[in-house]
């Protein structure tokens, strides 16, 4: 997909974003009152989504048999696979590696 009009006819909830950022524009953006302009970015509101963010580039090679699950990958230019997408919910849950790692993980 790469229009909103795609998204939209696709039922995903999406949210106008500065250009060329991901800041959404307006206050108002949780409750899809704002229109979006020619040079928006398009945003996803992950209330249905699950968003992995995978910032260590050693993590990546534990992930190969998630990502054949049919998830949705994305990411910058420098690290292109960098968020694993899953449609569902799920509890906020923050995993941080351990202080002793730090020489690796950092």
């Not at 995903?12 to 040079?39: A, S, T, Y």
């Not at 992950?46 to 050693?58: M, R, T, V, W, Y």
């Not at 090679?61 to 690290?79: E, V």
Request: glycine share 6%; hydrophobic share 30%; with cysteine.
């Amino acid at each position: 997909m790469n229009t909103v009009e795609e998204y939209k006819q696709n039922n995903f909830p999406v949210i106008p974003c500065e250009e060329n950022g991901r800041k959404p524009i307006g206050k108002e953006w949780q409750n899809n009152v704002i229109p979006f302009k020619p040079g928006n970015n398009i945003g996803l509101h992950l209330i249905e989504h699950i968003d992995i963010d995978i910032d260590n580039p050693n993590c990546h090679k534990y992930l190969d048999q998630i990502k054949l699950k049919g998830c949705a990958i994305y990411g910058r230019k420098s690290n292109p696979q960098s968020h694993l997408l899953f449609k569902g919910q799920t509890k906020y849950k923050k995993w941080v590696m351990h202080d002793s790692f730090e020489p690796w993980f950092k």
